[in-house]
């Protein structure tokens, strides 16, 4: 039993960061400046079946719940509000804490909704460090940092009635396929990077990533690529369709071989065919109120 548990928590160390989570943040604005910022994290089923089955089992197999974080990875699912209101800081200046909801999503998935509000957007940065706090604790116990992380930024100025959003999403993903420690250590195994990826889609089923805009009371004009009503979507990914889709397959396995040959505009062509993905791809996106 010992050993299926240690199995068990090596593969859930890893999962629970990379395929066993849905991230949704909307950045809802009005003509002010001020607005709310609201998140959702959601952990699928089996994250939650495992925690609740170790917590059972776990101490009878000699392992206790600091293995692994595991007391770690509870809080990330089921944060206290003391811990969220101190996460606000995380956006900027001048956030603060307004509400959270734990539950289940639509589909069943375990986590929690988070709601700050905010004065000023151009105080407002999202990045890599607006995650839960507990979050950043896991993935540091692991022995990563994430000063290491470049997974891209949006940044606002408010001239107006003229919002300019500054997004360096499409640059970070740049960094993000070609910094592939996993990918590197299939090709040792004389697999292809294209390989490794289809099997780890197996376990994103039904992971979801997504940085959205909503502005209030509409939207006048906007050069935005992607938007639906007066939402605006900075960035919306099905991991599973993306990891399966045969382009991105064939654009990493050339990366890894060729990372030099990688630029943005070769990765802004691949995000315009990649079933699964949008990304709002322009460098400065405006947008006028109504």
């Known amino acids: 039993m010992r050993r299926f548990f240690l199995t068990a928590l090596a593969f859930l160390t890893v999962g629970v960061c990379s395929s066993c989570v849905r991230t949704s943040t909307v950045v809802k604005l009005e003509r002010d400046g001020s607005g709310e910022i609201i998140s959702r994290y959601h952990f699928s089923p089996q994250v939650a079946a495992f925690l609740e089955q170790f917590e059972a089992m776990g101490p009878q197999a000699g392992i206790p719940m ?4 595991l007391g770690i990875i509870r809080e990330i699912m089921t944060p206290h509000e003391k811990a969220l209101t101190k996460d606000a800081e995380n956006y900027g200046a001048g956030v603060t804490y307004t509400r959270h909801e ?7 998935w375990e986590g929690y909704i988070v709601v700050y509000a905010f004065e000023d957007i151009r105080q407002i940065v999202i990045d890599q ?3 839960p706090g507990k979050a950043k604790e896991f993935i540091e116990a692991r022995g990563q940092a994430f000063g290491d992380q470049k997974g891209g930024s949006l940044r606002f100025e408010l ?3 003229l919002l300019t959003i500054h997004s360096s999403l499409a640059d970070g993903n740049v960094h993000e396929i070609v910094n592939g420690d996993q990918l590197a250590k299939a090709k040792e195994m004389g697999m ?3 390989e490794a990826i289809k099997m780890a889609a197996n376990t994103t089923q039904g992971m979801r990533a997504g940085f959205f805009l909503r502005i209030v009371p509409g939207i006048a004009e906007t050069n935005a690529e992607h938007r639906t009503g007066d939402l605006i979507i900075m960035n919306d990914a099905e991991i ?3 990891l399966q889709d045969p382009d991105f397959g064939s654009f990493v396995d050339e990366a890894i071989e060729n990372p030099e040959g990688v630029d943005l505009e070769g990765v802004k062509e691949l995000f315009r065919k990649i079933e699964g993905m949008t990304v709002e791809l322009a460098d400065e996106v405006t947008v006028r109120f109504q």
Not at 66 to 69: C, F, G, H, P, S
Not at 102 to 108: A, P, V
């Open 102 to 108: 734990i539950g289940k999503d639509s589909e069943g």
């Open 240 to 242: 599973s369709k993306v």
């Open 66 to 69: 600091e293995a692994a974080n």
């Open 129 to 131: 460090n607006t995650v």
């Open 192 to 194: 292809k990077p294209s």
């Open 159 to 161: 001239d107006g009635d």
